[in-house]
C-alpha cells in the first residue's frame, strides 16, 4: 500500500522560511516515473496547486510562489522536499504531498504552516 509520510512545516513569522519533505513508501513500481507535486489549502478555500515535479521534468511552480519556494526530489532515496522562503500571512495553509502515476495518484496526510504577521 503506498503511503506518503510528511515531516516539517509549523509556525513562522512574514518573511521567514520552512521546508517539508515527504517520504513514499509501498510502492510497487520505480520512484523515477512518478510525478510529485505539492498542494495547499488554505481555510474556506479549495485544494491548490503549489509545485510539481513530473518524472520527465522540469519542475513547475504555481504563479504565487514563484522565486519564493523550490521542489526537489531524490529518485534514490525517494523524498520530495519543498523549501519555502519569504513566507507571508497568505501561505497559511495545510501543505499535502501528492504522488501520481498514469491513473493512481495518493495523498499524504497534510501538513499545517502558519505564517503570523
Known amino acids: 500500500q503506498v503511503q506518503l509520510v510528511e515531516s516539517g512545516g509549523g509556525s513562522v513569522q512574514a518573511g521567514g522560511s520552512l521546508t517539508f519533505s515527504c517520504a513514499a513508501s509501498g510502492l510497487h513500481f520505480a520512484f523515477v516515473f512518478v510525478t510529485m507535486a505539492w498542494y495547499r489549502q488554505a481555510s474556506g478555500r479549495e485544494r491548490e496547486l503549489v509545485a510539481v515535479f513530473p518524472s520527465d521534468g522540469p519542475e513547475d511552480y504555481a504563479d504565487f510562489v514563484k522565486g519564493r519556494f523550490t521542489i526537489s526530489r531524490d529518485n534514490m532515496k525517494k523524498p520530495v522536499t519543498l523549501q519555502m522562503s519569504s513566507l507571508t500571512p497568505e501561505d497559511t495553509a495545510v501543505y499535502y504531498c501528492?504522488?501520481?502515476?498514469?491513473?493512481?495518484?495518493?495523498w499524504g496526510q497534510g501538513t499545517q504552516v502558519t505564517v503570523s504577521s
Open positions: 501528492h504522488l501520481e502515476r498514469g491513473l493512481s495518484n495518493y
